[in-house]
């Protein structure tokens, strides 16, 4: 079975080749490409089996024809539909993948039913040559209905397969923008032009659409739709490629389609001449009938039939008279020729055409398959031709590309790396003055201001540090001191929102001790009975009385109870804690009568109650008093007195009176020293400065050992301050906490003893008097110094 090559097997060789170098590509890249740029590869390789089946068909002229047609080419078309379909999904972003899963399933299950249809009806059709297809194929048309859907359901199928794949890349179109976007509207060419040529099958096969035209238009449309795919592709950056095989492949590309399109005017061409040929034998074997001759001579043909007498005038190949009557119901063609088959063997394929002489009606034959060898020869010319000119490509392409365009994008990349790395003395050489040579010499100049830049920036940068480590010092004290300030603001917050909250309630307990006193008390000694007056005596007389030992305590406590419970008094233990409680452990012989009756002892437990309810109110108006300095401490340690409200006060009297408060409460085992050198007067606020020295003396106190504990406190006066010096003779305070016993709320006592605030505010005062606060200490002496002018300075 020798190859006779049709017109059409140019192009679908040449369409394997593209295909197939495209599919080798991509394949060996396969793992530097996305997972969803992979299924670029199954279309590839389906459009590469569809035009090597085609190829096949129009190579040969075979039987085996009709199944390479049915069993090859239309299962490779249905899988290149719904792999397409499957990238087309994957294309960009996968968007839809619900969507996806499903119409692969559907998609599938169609193709294979579509196929297995197909393949079925193949075996009810009888294959013949196609006069229009120019090879062996099953017959095309059946008036069987089921014969019928199994030619259509290729074209069928697929043209729902790519219907649904232009809804998909159309709602992607309208989804994405930019690069993306455009991408996909190449796509959508190349799916447009498929479905396209998929509706023309529906349309020859319903014999809408003539075969040769049908061919025509699917095989340039195919290369047109071949080069959008390739190029798109490329042109992705998902694809890894290089700009020499992006030109190789375009130049490929263009080649082909240029030579596919002088194939086809060559191919018309060519067939005209062929009629024309045809034709001319015809009309000189016409005129020699006309002209008597019976038996004419001939070049071409191999059959010369009288058709109204049935006999030959020629006969070549020992054609049967009995078979003249099988071409009686032949269609007569007078205009031109067409293919006839005598049998179904190549042999008896024959270009026929009639005409008529002396009124005799006349069939001249002349063989296809001499058509067909000149044919083949004009084919593999051209295929040598498009082989030699894909390999002078190759073989010009480092002249003509490489030297010109890719070596001196090398050195330009190349060159951007090595900067890129740090090189700032790199230098691209400029061959040309074409676009790349532009763009080598505008990189060396940039290199070169870049490069200048660097080290103007590397002095700036040295200037600037020298300064900057001047300039983070100062932040350093600028910090600390907005720190401070910041905490100075938040404690006046905190200090006028528990002002605010704490004086109502203080105010409210104030207000109630007064009216406990104003209407429950009576100082009108006029109205008191003499009874009531004894009693007052009595509990006066032991208000200075110093408690006795504790041996003889409880023995003096029994004896008082016994001798309530004699006198029957009610509760004579209570009573007697009491009175043990005011220093009262006995009843002197004066008082004796007082308890004989029950008016004097009720008159003695009245005035022993409202003395006991005076102690406690007593107590609460210390403690109120006490909570009112603290809220004042607050309110007053980041708020800085007016100076006109200032007065001059005396130091020594403030201090003195802060002494003799304290002087009830010392310690034992504390001795006090107090030195004052002169008076000296200073401007200020009494209450402020009174609060300093209570805090001081306090702290001082408090530091004091269990035992010879000491506090010296003296006052001296140079000639524009007072210097005021309270040492102890305390543990002192650690190195580490010295710096930070002046900060608000920091305390080293334990949680509920102190608020630490005590030393913030001290320093507060000190600083809205102008003055200044110093502190030495080691273990064995704590020593604050106060500076504050004097009031004539």
């Known amino acids: 079975m020798a190859p006779t090559l049709n017109l059409y097997s140019f192009f679908y060789f040449g369409l394997s080749l593209v295909s197939g170098i495209a599919y080798i590509y991509f394949r060996s890249r396969k793992e530097e490409l996305t997972p969803s740029f992979r299924g670029l590869l199954i279309p590839l390789l389906s459009l590469f089996y569809w035009s090597i089946a085609w190829s096949i068909c129009n190579s040969f002229l075979s039987h085996l024809t009709a199944y390479v047609f049915v069993f090859l080419k239309n299962p490779a078309i249905l899988v290149l539909g719904v792999s397409t379909s499957e990238l087309a999904f994957r294309f960009q972003e996968d968007l839809f993948p619900r969507w996806r899963k499903w119409s692969l399933w559907i998609q599938t299950g169609l193709a294979l039913f579509a196929g297995l249809w197909n393949g079925i009806g193949f075996f009810f059709r009888e294959i013949r040559f196609d006069p229009k297809m120019e090879f062996y194929v099953p017959i095309q048309s059946s008036e069987n209905t089921l014969i019928q859907f199994s030619i259509l359901s290729i074209a069928i199928v697929l043209c729902l397969v790519l219907v649904n794949t232009l809804v998909v890349l159309f709602t992607k179109y309208n989804r994405l ?79 082909y389609l240029i030579l596919s399109i002088v194939a086809n005017f060559l191919f018309n061409r060519f067939r005209i001449d062929i009629q024309n040929e045809m034709s001319r034998e015809k009309h000189n074997i016409k005129t020699q009938l ?94 040598i031709t498009l082989l030699f000119s894909i390999f002078t490509i190759f073989m010009l392409y480092p002249v003509l590309h490489k030297t010109s365009i890719v070596f001196p994008l090398t050195r330009l990349l190349s060159g951007i790396r ?100 104003d209407s429950q008390f009576s100082d009108d000694s006029d109205q008191r009975s003499p009874l009531e007056i004894q009693a007052d005596s009595l509990i006066e007389s032991f208000k200075n009385q110093k408690r006795s030992e504790v041996t003889s305590r409880f023995k003096r406590k029994r004896e008082l109870t016994n001798f309530f419970r004699s006198k029957q008094v009610s509760d004579p233990i209570s009573l007697a804690d009491t009175c043990f409680d005011f220093h009262m452990e006995e009843i002197p012989t004066p008082f004796l009568s007082l308890f004989d009756t029950r008016e004097g002892i009720e008159a ?27 809220v004042f401490a607050l309110k007053h340690h980041s708020y800085q007195g007016p100076k006109e409200n200032q007065k001059e006060l005396s130091l020594k009297q403030g201090i003195e009176s802060v002494l003799s408060m304290y002087s009830k409460s010392w310690k034992p085992h504390v001795e006090l020293e107090w030195n004052c050198e ?26 004091c050992p269990s035992e010879n ?26 190195e580490d906490i010295l710096p930070r016993i002046f900060e608000p709320f920091f ?36 020593l604050f110094t106060i500076h504050l002018p004097l009031a004539n300075s």
Not at 606 to 627: D, K, M, P, Q, Y
């Open 177 to 255: 923008d930019g690069s993306k976007k455009k991408a996909t509207g190449g796509f959508i060419l190349a799916i447009i032009g498929i479905l396209s040529l998929a509706f023309a099958d529906i349309l020859v096969d319903l014999n809408y659409v003539s075969k040769p035209t049908y061919l025509f238009v699917l095989t340039n449309l195919t290369i047109i739709i071949m080069t959008i795919l390739v190029l798109v592709s490329l042109n992705q950056d998902t694809v890894p490629s290089t700009v020499g095989f992006k030109i190789m492949t375009f130049n490929l590309t263009i080649l």
């Open 290 to 383: 006309e002209l008597g001759n019976i038996y004419p001579y001939v070049y071409l043909s191999d059959l010369v039939i009288d058709m109204q007498e049935n006999n030959f005038r020629i006969n070549k190949i020992e054609f049967s008279e009995n078979q003249i009557e099988s071409l009686q119901n032949r269609i007569p063609s007078y205009e031109f020729f067409k293919v006839d088959t005598f049998n179904n063997d190549p042999t008896g394929i024959y270009w026929t055409s009639d005409f008529f002489a002396k009124n005799h009606h006349f069939l001249v034959a002349i063989p296809y398959i001499e058509y067909r060898e000149k044919v083949h020869q004009t084919v593999v010319w051209l295929i």
């Open 418 to 517: 090595r900067m890129q790395s740090g090189d700032l003395f790199v230098s691209v050489e400029v061959s040309s003055k074409d676009e790349i040579g532009e763009l080598s010499k505008s990189f060396n100049e940039m290199i070169s201001i870049v490069r200048e830049a660097r080290f103007q920036l590397e002095q700036k940068i040295e200037e600037r540090t020298v300064s900057l480590n001047n300039t983070i010092l100062e932040l350093r004290d600028t910090q600390e001191q907005l720190l401070h300030a910041e905490r100075m603001s938040t404690l006046g917050k905190i200090a006028a929102s528990v002002a605010h909250e704490i004086n109502n309630p203080l105010a409210a307990i104030k207000g109630s001790i007064q009216f406990i006193k």
């Open 604 to 630: 003695f437990q009245s005035r022993l109650n409202e003395h006991v309810i005076r102690f406690h109110l007593g107590i609460i108006e210390t403690a109120v008093e006490r909570a009112s300095k603290i």
């Open 678 to 703: 002169g008076d000296p007067n200073v401007f200020g606020h009494a209450d402020e400065l009174v609060q300093v020295w209570t805090n001081l003396v306090y702290n001082s106190f408090q530091a």
């Open 709 to 734: 504990g000491k506090i010296s406190i003296s006052l001296k006066t140079t000639n524009s301050e007072a210097v005021i010096q309270i040492e102890d003779n305390g543990k002192g305070i650690p």
């Open 747 to 782: 305390t080293t006592k334990e949680l509920g003893m102190g608020t630490g605030l005590g030393l913030s505010i001290v320093q507060k005062i000190i600083e809205n008097h102008q003055g200044k606060i110093q502190v030495q200490s080691q273990p064995g002496k704590t």
